[in-house]
């Protein structure tokens, strides 16, 4: 075993070698060589001197002989004249922490033996150890790895509380039941126990007191105080009883606070209970105390004991943290809590230290205070903290004399005296002498040479070394007079070194301040004998320029602010208080004292004042009024008065200023200036002021303050407002702003450079560049960069590692959010057919990209709606052949018109055929036909510069080869391509805009419908699909073509046409054919009215010509030579403007021939207005033969006619569908014809109002279907619809019938609900309900005579021109919530209106909010800690244990809110048997309480409102506990016949094992135990019990009885022979000694000499050795004989050495005269009684000291007066002890004014 070596200590073991008792080295270590000093053993033996060798001690001794006596330590008086050596140093601590030992000895100086021990013991390092430093007695038995026991090396481990031996060093080997003793001692220091402090010293336990000193038996109190009493802690009991429920399922039982002992609760009842703690720091944690046993929660040790009835936790303290215990439900039944604990008050009164004395000598005072202490942060805070706590009783200042020693001399001084010169420089003077202050205070002078030991201070010092006041003249007033002689003034100021107006100016060298003057303008009156004075008297006050008196310590005058003038005109007077003030300077507050303790003349409280002129009079001085003011002041000194003497400088140059005059004491006799003291200060003049100057100012720069800096480093810029103002009048502060060129002066600068000097380097990151995605998460990235900024400006570039910062981030995500759903197509099929007609499919699957990064399929329901031509298309191949036809001839063909139109007038729609180039009014209707042969309508398409054209708001693309565009605006204007198979044919349209100019179309520029097309393609390849090349050709395979000729560009006749439209020589006639429309328009509208065509068949409102005629015309121009070609295109422009003309009145010719007529086709409406070119271009309808047999079947078409209703008579109406019936009050009679083809021949019926006509004897229906009212009413009134009908289909048609031309509209008052649709179309009267994304058409069809004009309202707000209003009807595109309102149709004409209204209500069918926060903020408000899951489409999952609670969500949103059901496992939630539930948040919450495997399942939420619905559903699965049967446990017996093995019972979940508990509820598998290892064990030994010993002390022996026996498998054991066990094992003992401590008593020595200390008069104490030995003699320690009574040591005897006694002398004089805390001290020592010397005072202690302080002249002051009766009142006062009584009086004077 490896020695503990202990460290070395020298200087000890000579004094030890001459003792009774010896140390020896112990083996292994060195002990210190002789010039060292000895070893300081740490561990040692005490050892009987007899028993050492001679010849070891003789060598012992001699080596250390020569010892220097002077090196020991001095003896005390005691042990003086005793045997023993003074007591040795302390030796170094046997631990640096967790409280160790230190020892003293000392040596026996007599050759025999001494009484008493020679070693002494104390404990050191008392401190607490880091945790890293680990158990002492641990690393004592791990000192012991490397040493091998029995040959192996083992891991020591302590044992610990060895009842027999704590002292001992026991260690068990790691993974073994070994014990070994490996030491008979521990370390000094280690403790005996482990939860004691009782320590082991020299190899025995020692008793340690809580005061960490040996042999204490002091004890901690309850709060943790070392011998307290207790007040630091109350104690806190009380009883909880739980009152749970579905909804709390838990509750606080108490809080217990951080420093809290002796905690103990008891949990009765089937809950449980759970900790929460707070560390001071603000960390908290939780424990769910799941199991019985010793945990470390927050550093505190908590004990915790679960039964299956109760739960008892128990915490020693104190706590490191706040703790709250609190209980969860756990069961049906109420639990109750007891508790009892220690709580500390941490609020608690601290004395202070006393304070500095009041005086550094000759004595003073001292108090204490008392402060509040937070004992949890360490700081002081508020007294009403510990006021809180009745046991905190705050203790009462400590008031002592300090420095009573008389003080040195010093040096005092006189004040310095007045000054020798008020300026310019003087000296002053003062005594200075030296001083002595005795204890009461008194000052007495003294010799000088006493205070030689300070430096002795100045007697003499310069003073006032400033220069004297100074005359000032100011400039010269204007001359009185503006001709001959007068007189001119200045002032005369007295300026002192500050620049001060002050008085101390000599009046012999005052400048004089009148002088006279001469203005060199004759003048034209008498001539003056004297000067002319000032018509103005210069009659003013002057302002006294007076210095504010600042207070200080010598009484003085302090006065206040002048009050306001007492009138606003006219001379009044001003008034000011005037105080007699000195500073108090202790206090540093001012005090108001009577008026005669000021020295010196008191300031004026009151003077006059002039307020300017009263209404306007003229400011004249009146000496009578001043008389008046002053009167009463006539008993002064007349010799001296005011005058005034001239007027101040103007105080502005411009805009106005005043003039101020100055007043004068003069010498009225001598007329001389005199000092001002000599003039009545009471009737010096008012101040009198006049205006100067008031011409306006001169334009000039006004200049603002510069900015900050733009930078703070580098070059930054600085700015500033310069402005140029012109002053108008100060006085009324106006001003005005010029331009800058109105200031003559040079503008100064706006800007300016600042902060130029380098910046340090510094990162710059650039702009982050656009995000890598627009939705699905992406990424940005920047550039950053080390630059520094110069001083120009430059930036310069660094390396990185010149930036000391961090570094910002140069990539950063973004977009992070889910993408909208999309479709994803594929490529196109090839075409269904080889040649021919076909069609081409693609498949489209709906994909969302989520926000991170993954693209995942969805359902197709949540994308937009796929229109049907994304995913099929037609495709044509080349014509299939037929049987002896050639197929080149079969292709399709589109036949186009090639001409040029102009339109010259507005009218309402115009037809054109594509070829041609059109060139249009803006907001005329444009249809546009593609006539084919030899291909399918179908399979038309329409683009629009090359882009796919789909139908709009605004455009719309009809089958059958139509195209219109409804009111034509600028973005109309381009090239428009027909397609028809490998067929393509174009049309331009241009726009014609203000003075006959051509509308240019912006490059780039598409219109919001074409932008709104673009988006409801909804995909890239749907826009693409028909893209061609632009520009006007034609690909139907002509001849020309096929010739090369030059296809034509969508420009080419944009310079004819714009000097066609500025053509001035129009014919004649033309002109006067204009003039004529004019005039009509105002009658009759050409555009609505359905006659105009018929009434004015000249009005050129459109001209058309052949492209070809264009053609040849350009042809002509371009081969004429340039200086002539501007003149020819002048002739053939007007040639061309003819023919125009002419053209078009031979076409309105033969539109008039009745045989001529052409009946439109059906998409016009025939009561409009067709205008005659319009009709040219139109195809006409296959002739209405009634056919043959064979005539084909075809679905009902009524026929429109155009003609207008007509009047057979005055009373008889005749009319036909479409057109309006006007009732009139004579019409008798009303017909509508309906007429109708088809085939089956159609059936006929009537509806009015959209209900069908109730026929009678007054409306009929005629044999040709017609319906005739008779005697119509207004009841009649209405829409009349025929409706034809056959088995192909149907047809109708209305027309109305109005009273007296009033408007009439179409209404429904049908609710319509779309929820699928992408488009509805209604009649205005009801309400639309229906999806967003919706196209709304709401019908307004209006009739009246004359027609009706059509407004639309929306939320009664007119509707203006960029919503698509087109024939009566409101088009809403993309329907979207923002379009939710009343939109209302008015019909107006001049019979008076109608309104009627139609309520838009868009509903959001119910999903899925992309935001969640708002539910999951619901569920976590509505259940803090209970589970919780979102329900989803997909469905969600929670895992619970049985018997939870859980909340689960449904995210919803919609329009209208929708209504939520829930469901569980299919069946409504109301139904579930077993199921406790709560519905919360208007069905957005689910609360599912108490789950077992019964009610586990799918829960669903359905959301449903008028939009649609939506199911989204959650699982909620139980785990489930159980008991399984394990292997079986080891045996518990090796042999014999009580072997059994028990079966292992686990709770597992989920094949987990947790505590039991948790299968408390479930049946247990009944188990058995299985019988083992029944079997003869081998033969052992068997021992009895020990014999009672043979003797008490001195060594005795006891006895037991040992056999070797075999157990049979029986359970019998029987005697064998003892051979069968020595072969096993050892045969015990059955002998041994006891009782080997000696037989011990008491023994002593003689008395000692009578020289002890003093215990009374001549009374001293003498002293003999008691010590413990054996009955042979042998001294032992006095432990051994603790347990015999002990003979005393001392006792009392006479001494002349104490016959002493206390002396004192006279008391000093009394410090106060009367109060109560006067105090005198006198001195006191002790003395002997024969020499009457002074001894030291500890031998007089045996009687008590006389005081050497007293009270004196404890009586009341006489007189009342409150006054100080001390000098230490100051230091009262800071303290605030003024309110304890025995300062208050003392103070009375500086405490009353406390």
Known sequence: MAPLVAPQRPGFLARLLGGTWCLLCVAGQVCGDPSQGAVFLREFTLIRRESLHDDFLSDLLNSHKTEDLSSRAARSEEDRDSLWDAWGPWSECSRTCGGGASYSLRRCLSSKSCEGRNIRYRTCSNVDCPPEAGDFRAQQCSAHNDVKHHGQFYEWLPVSNDPDNPCSLKCQAKGTTLIVELAPKVLDGTRCYTESLDMCISGLCQIVGCDHQLGSTVKEDNCGVCNGDGSTCRLVRGQYKSQLSATKLDDTVVAIPYGSRHIRLVLKGPDHLYLETKTLQGTKGENSLSSTGTFLVDNSSVDFQKFPDKEILRMAGPLTADFIVKVRNSGPADSTVQFIFYQPIIHRWRETDFFPCSATCGGGYQLTSAECYDLRSNRVVADQYCHYYPENIKPKPKLQECNLDPCPARWEATPWTACSSSCGGGIQSRAVSCVEEDIQGHVTSVEEWKCMYTPKMPIVQPCNIFDCPKWLAQEWSPCTVTCGQGLRYRVVLCIDHRGMHTGGCSPKTKPHIKEECIIPTPCYKPKEKLPVEAKLPWYKQAQELEEGAAVSEEPSFIPEAWSACSVTCGVGTQVRIVRCQVLLSFSQSVADLPVDECEGPKPASQRACYSGPCNGEISEFNVDETDGLFGGLQDFDELHDWEYEGFTKCSESCGGGVQEAVVSCLNKQTREPADENLCVTSRRPPQLLKSCNLDPCPARWEIGKWSPCSLTCGVGLQTRDVFCSHLLSRELNETVILADELCHQPKPSTVQACNRFNCPPAWYPAQWQPCSRTCGGGEQRREVLCKQRMADGSFLELPETFCSASKPASQQACRKDDCPSEWVLSEWTECSTSCGEGTQTRSAVCRKLLKTGVSTVINSTLCPPLPFSSSIRPCMLATCARPGRPSTKHSPHIAAARKVYIQTRRQRRLHFVVGGFAYLLPKTAVVLRCPTRRVRKPLITWEKDGQHLISSAHVTVAPFGYLKIHRLKPSDAGIYTCSAGPAREHFVIKLIGGNHKLVAQPLGLRSEEEVLAARKASTKEALQTHKHRNGIFSTNGSKAEKRGLAVDTGSRYDDLVSRLLEQGGWPGELLASWEVQDSTERNASSEEDGNAEQALPHLPFTMVAEQKRLDDILRNISQQPEELRDLYRKHLVAQLAQELFRSHVEHQDSLLKPSEQRIPPVAIPPHKHVSGFSSALRTSTSSQAGGGPRRPQRKPAILRKISAAQQLSASEVVTHLGQTVALASGTLSVLLHCEAVGNPRPTITWARNGEEVQFSDRILLQ????????????????????????????????????????????????????????????????????????????????????????????????????????????????????????????????????????????????????????????????????????????????????????????????????????????????????????????????????????????????????????????????QDYWWSVDRLATCSASCGNRGVQQPRLRCLLNSTEVNPTHCAGKIRPAVQPIACNRRDCPSRWMVTSWSACTRSCGGGVQTRRVTCQKLKATGISTPVSNDM?????????????????????????????????????????????????????????????????????????????????????????????????????????????????????????????????????????????????????????QLKLCQLSQFKSRCCGTCGKA
């Open 1263 to 1518: 044999p040709d279907d017609s319906l005739q009212i008779l005697a119509p009413v207004e009841a009649d009134v209405g829409f009349y619809t025929c409706n034809a009908t056959n088995a192909l289909g149907y047809d109708s048609v209305s027309i109305a019938v109005t009273l007296a031309g009033k408007p009439l509209v179409k209404t429904s008052r049908m609710t319509v609900i779309n929820t699928e649709k992408p488009a509805v179309t209604v009649d205005v009267g009801g309400t639309i309900k229906t999806v967003q994304g919706v196209n709304v058409t709401i019908n307004c069809q209006v009739a009246g005579v004359p027609e009706a004009e059509v407004s639309w309202f929306r939320n009664k707000s007119k509707l203006g021109s960029p919503h698509h209003l087109h024939e009566g009807s409101l088009l809403l595109a993309n329907v979207s919530s923002s379009d939710q309102g009343l939109y209302s149709c008015r019909a107006a004409n001049l019979h008076g209106e109608l309104m009627e209204s139609t309520q838009l209500l868009i509903l959001d069918p119910p999903e899925v909010p992309a935001q969640l926060e708002d539910i999951r903020a619901l569920l976590s408000a509505t259940g803090p800690n209970l589970p919780s899951a979102l329900t989803s489409p997909l469905g969600t999952q929670l895992v619970l244990d049985p018997g939870n609670s859980a909340l689960l969500g449904c995210p919803i949103k919609g329009h209208p809110t929708p209504n939520i059901t829930w469901f569980h496992d299919g069946q409504p939630i109301a139904t579930a048997a077993g199921l406790t539930h709560h519905i919360l948040a208007a069905g957005q919450i689910l609360q599912v309480a108490n789950l077992s495997g019964e009610t586990q399942g799918e829960f669903s939420c359905l959301a449903q409102n008028e939009a649609g619905m939506l199911w989204q559903k959650a699982s909620l699965m139980i």
């Open 1621 to 1773: 066990c020595t072969q096993l094992a050892k045969r015990p003992v059955d002998t041994q000694a006891c009782n080997q401590q000696l037989c011990v008593e008491w023994a002593f020595s003689s008395w000692g000499q009578c020289n002890g200390p003093c215990i009374g008069p001549h009374l001293a104490v003498q002293h003999r050795q008691v010590f413990c030995q054996t009955r042979d003699g042998i001294t032992l320690p006095s432990e051994q004989c603790s347990a015999l009574p002990r003979p005393v040591s001392t006792q009392n005897c006479w001494s002349e050495a104490c016959s002493v006694h206390w002396r004192v002398s006279l008391w000093t004089l009394c410090t106060a005269t009367c109060g109560n805390y006067g105090f005198q001290s006198r001195r006191v020592e002790c003395v002997h009684a024969r020499t009457n010397k002074a001894v030291p005072d500890h031998l007089c202690s045996w009687g008590p000291r006389p005081a050497n302080w007293q009270r004196c002249n404890i009586t009341p002051c006489e007189n009342m007066e409150c006054r100080d009766t001390t000098r230490y009142c100051e230091k009262v006062k």
